[in-house]
């Protein structure tokens, strides 16, 4: 089922959007050689919890942890543990929240330090395929037309899209429909409408599409152990364009 959100819903979302945004931005600062994830981790569920809310994926499916922390390789779902992280690496952060029964949900890919350029070109080209996500993400469009904003401006620099994970809808479960893929053809898939909350999230590979998860059932590998990029905003769909709920504000 498709949730059209009331404005008192958005309002809600819109909070733990609030929260989660801070809670990245949070950890951003402290990404740095020599940092454990595990301590990203503990500062994350602290600061989630100091907002009176709860973490989104802590417990969900059986996942153990606030972030879902996800380096070179790993495209998702990896779990924080004692690691430290090393200069020239690129760290996926996803983060979950839920307060007053709505979720909120937001992931970016940070360089550790100094990476090289083919990893800048990745996470620039994977930002580029977020923005022109959510700019296709509009009332009388398709979920089809997201993805295919995705699919070509990522394939047009050959980057590989993952196929087997996708965007989502959000509101009072983090996982809701419709699924965003984010490949696709115009003009196919739910229609889009106006109170429709999203979590648009590309996740594209820097050299092949094709994954595989590792023994522990959770994180997901590139099959051909190159480096993967993340980035998710949650929105909501207006009669004047997406709104991107999980920008993080400054002042």
């Given amino acids: 089922m498709i949730h059209i959100r009331s404005p008192r819903e958005v309002e809600k979302i819109r909070r733990s959007c609030r929260i989660v945004a801070e809670t990245l931005q949070?950890?951003?600062?402290?990404?740095?050689?020599?940092?454990?994830?595990?301590?990203?981790?503990?500062?994350?569920?602290?600061?989630?919890?100091?907002?009176?809310?709860?973490?989104?994926?802590?417990?969900?499916?059986?996942?153990?942890?606030?972030?879902?922390?996800?380096?070179e390789d790993e495209v998702v779902h990896g779990i924080p543990n004692d690691t430290p992280l090393e200069e020239g690496q690129i760290v996926a952060i996803?983060?979950?929240?839920?307060?007053?029964?709505y979720y909120g949900d937001h992931a970016r890919t940070f360089a550790v330090g100094q990476i090289d350029e083919s990893r800048w070109q990745l996470l620039t080209r994977t930002r580029e395929c977020l923005d022109l996500g959510v700019s296709a993400a509009q009332a009388g469009a398709n979920v089809g037309d997201i993805g295919y904003a995705v699919q070509q401006h990522a394939e047009s620099a050959g980057f590989g899209v993952v196929r087997e994970l996708v965007g989502?809808?959000?509101g009072a479960r983090l996982h809701e429909e419709p699924q965003i893929p984010n490949f696709g053809q115009t003009g196919f898939g739910a229609l889009l409408r106006e109170g429709m909350c999203l979590a648009i999230e590309p996740m594209i590979n820097m050299g092949v599409k094709d994954v595989y998860t590792r023994d522990d059932g959770w994180t997901v590998c590139t099959a051909d152990g190159k480096p993967s990029a993340h980035f998710e905003h949650t929105i909501v769909i207006t009669a004047n364009g997406p709104e991107v709920l999980t920008e993080y504000e400054t002042n």
């Fill in 168 to 170: 989502h809808g959000v």
């Fill in 94 to 101: 996803d983060v979950g929240a839920r307060k007053d029964g």
């Fill in 26 to 71: 949070l950890v951003a600062d402290k990404i740095k050689p020599g940092v454990t994830l595990i301590e990203l981790d503990t500062a994350a569920e602290a600061y989630i919890r100091r907002q009176k809310a709860e973490p989104g994926f802590k417990g969900l499916y059986g996942y153990p942890a606030t972030l879902c922390i996800s380096i």
